[in-house]
């Protein structure tokens, strides 16, 4: 089994950054891709950033620009660099592993912008 740890999520003012990080325990060999969603008040979680073990990454395209995730394998640890936020980006990210073929999700960290 994995476990999942977020970091970083706080309250911010349009135009700043903030650091997301997801610490992964446990059965740490089964983990392909990690990632982050978002799910703001009202809307279906959505995508918005993976990467892979090798470093391939995917985007949605409203943070491409604006938000690098990235992964350091030896800590077992990804992260989301958030800058340029944007009132529109406030919601719930969740951190997420793909474990032999199932899905992990972290408890949650909020992130608010205001205007």
């Known amino acids: 089994q994995v476990q999942l740890v977020e970091s970083g999520g706080g309250w911010v003012q349009a135009g700043g950054s903030l650091r997301l990080s997801c610490a992964a325990s446990g059965d740490i060999l089964g983990i392909n891709v990690m990632g982050w969603y978002r799910q703001a008040p009202g809307k279906q979680r959505e995508l918005v950033a993976t990467?892979?073990?090798?470093?391939?990454?995917n985007y949605a395209d409203s943070v491409k620009g604006r938000f690098t995730i990235s992964r350091d394998n030896a800590k077992n640890t990804v992260y989301l660099q958030m800058n340029s936020l944007k009132p529109e980006d406030t919601a719930v990210y969740y951190c997420n592993v793909g474990y032999y073929g199932t899905q992990v999700w972290g408890q949650g960290t909020q992130v608010t912008v205001s205007s």
């Open positions: 990467i892979t073990r090798g470093a391939s990454t």
